[in-house]
């Protein structure tokens, strides 16, 4: 697109320059390579997350083993208490958990949507509620796989090289890459004619991936703290940003504060509760010094979800 766009622009001088360009091939020729290459992309053929938001996705997976463990229990308590009259497998724990284990993304979006509507239906929620399956529980089942699934379908990017794809995806492939290139060399040779050096610094390979490389996105990563650990999450944060902190283990606790050094424990700072997102400048954290620290201040490890928004 940005080739084309780069030959759009110039679209009349060019193709006089470049009659190959001319006529119908626009229309008739790289039109129907993008479609051919947009059509197997889009497909699925070459999506895939990228190594850092697959570890965070699953990340946020494993956070619902213990609380289906736990839904589990309460179940089997409100069926023979007679408070719930569905019996355990309509809840289809089994099927979410064996997705959980294989990271099947779509088999744990399906998964939870069919648990989270049993856990809905009647006055199930209420019977699980009573026995101390709380609302705040059944609300982190829903956050986790919120933060899971929203990973999974924002965060795409190309996962195979071309030499990877199959011989006759690689023909589809190149033959748009190859279309592409001479669109950039016609117009840098007609720039080149013409002493036009704004538009000869816009038609190179460089320029043009350049137009269509975004910036990566800022987005929440999540940190595993183990028990009685602290992390120095951000050394000399910039008084305008903000900080923001989520603590994603339901039974867990933590603290955020600031010290001089690095390998330092919070013994008093901003507590993190379950599920509350804290946001913070540098100069808002009990402390003194530049590292942000956040301490696992409970029994077993702990997750907690940071960002850093720019001021």
């Known amino acids: 697109l ?7 622009t110039n679209s009349v001088a060019v193709k006089a320059y470049d009659t190959t360009l001319g006529g119908t091939w626009e229309t008739l020729v790289f039109d129907v390579q993008f479609a051919a290459v947009e059509g197997m992309v889009s497909g699925g053929g070459m999506e895939g997350l990228n190594v850092e938001d697959t570890k ?32 355990l497998l309509s809840f289809n724990l089994g099927a979410l958990k064996k997705s959980i284990s ?26 699980l509620n009573t026995a101390g ?20 379908n924002t965060k795409i990017t190309l996962k195979v090289n071309i030499s990877e794809l199959s011989a006759a995806n690689q023909i589809i492939v190149k033959a748009l890459l190859a279309s592409c290139a001479h669109i950039i060399k016609a117009v840098r040779a007609y720039a080149e004619s013409v002493s036009n050096t704004t538009l000869m610094k816009k038609a190179t390979q460089k320029a043009v991936l350049s ?40 039974t867990g606790s933590a ?32 402390g003194t010094g530049d590292c942000i620290i956040i301490t696992n201040t409970g029994v077993g490890y702990i997750h907690v979800a940071v960002l850093r928004i720019k001021g």
């Not at 940005?2 to 759009?8: F, G, K, M, R, Y």
């Not at 929440?220 to 944060?237: A, D, F, K």
């Not at 993190?272 to 100069?283: E, R």
């Open 2 to 8: 940005a080739s084309q766009a780069l030959l759009d």
């Open 56 to 87: 965070l996705r699953n990340g946020y997976m494993n956070n619902e083993t213990p609380i289906l463990r736990d839904l589990t229990y309460k179940i089997k308590a409100c069926i023979k208490a007679g408070t719930i009259t569905d019996g």
């Open 133 to 152: 399956f709380t609302t705040a529980k059944q609300t982190s089942i829903t956050t986790n796989h919120d933060f899971a699934w929203g990973i999974q």
């Open 211 to 250: 137009t269509v490389t975004p910036a990566k996105p800022i987005g929440v990563r999540g940190r595993r703290i183990e028990q009685n650990q602290s992390i120095c999450w951000l050394q000399h944060p910039t008084l305008r940003d903000d900080m923001e902190f989520t603590l994603f283990t339901e």
């Open 102 to 127: 294989k990271k099947d993304i779509n088999g744990f979006h399906l998964a939870y949507t069919t648990t989270m509507a049993r856990i809905n239906a009647g006055g199930n929620a209420a019977a």
């Open 255 to 286: 603290t955020v504060c600031r010290m001089d050094s690095k390998t330092g424990t919070c013994t008093a700072g901003i507590v993190l509760v379950f599920d509350i997102k804290v946001t913070l400048k540098k100069m808002e954290v009990p």
